[in-house]
């Protein structure tokens, strides 16, 4: 089981749903034709309509042509990756329930029902709110963020544990960036059975890659300043010769 840890500076469900839609690569959609899974075929709205552009055999696309009524409707499915290899890498699941039309060569879909599903659990997410959210303004960048992170810069990521409860550290084998938003960096800790996420808020928000730059420097500098987890010493202790 994962460890629970409660921070105020994190993103609201509508706006975590839409920096999902943001940053998914692909999607699966499911109607009375049957499913298929897209890849690079979608773009969203201003206000969160999502518009899929499918081969011109496509059964959605007869699913919306034969329509009796004209706007049929589907399941889109969108998965949250973590773009660093780790454990349960399914970070979250978008459900959008939709009706769909063709328009302008493209399919245009609009919510009814949109679903959010994280470690946390899944909830409904409000109508209203989801058309008003805007994405996480790092959510296309985190990617490379983050693979760089722990690509680059393991002994960053290693000085940052500096700012986790030690009793969070404790079996820990490894630990990866799993995340990162306007708000905070989390942490994957992975112990020998099972594994815990530990939110790292920033003092602020990071309204661009040129903000998180300075505030991942604030962690840093209250990381050196903070005495080593005794976790992870004996970790090289018992590591050692």
Known sequence: ??????????????????????????CAVTAEGGREELVG???????????????????????????????????????????????????????MVSRFVLADGHLEFRPSRVVLREASGA??????????AVPDPLATAEAGLLTHLADAHPDAVERLTRLVEPESLHGAVRVQPLAVDRHGLTLRIERARGNGDVRLSFHSPADDVSQLTERMHVLLTQASSASCPRALQRQRTDGDG
């Open 123 to 132: 909830l409904v997410v409000d109508l209203d709110e989801f058309a008003d």
């Open 1 to 26: 089981m994962g460890d629970r840890h409660t921070w105020t500076a994190a993103p609201a469900a509508a706006e975590r749903a839409r920096s999902v839609l943001a940053a998914a690569w692909s």
């Open 41 to 95: 075929a979608h773009t969203v709205t201003a206000d969160g309509r999502v518009l899929l552009h499918v081969p011109d055999d496509s059964t959605l696309t007869a699913v919306a042509v034969c329509a009796p009524r004209g706007e049929p409707s589907a399941v889109l499915e969108f998965a949250d990756v973590a773009p660093v290899p780790v454990r349960n890498r399914i970070r979250a699941r978008l459900w």
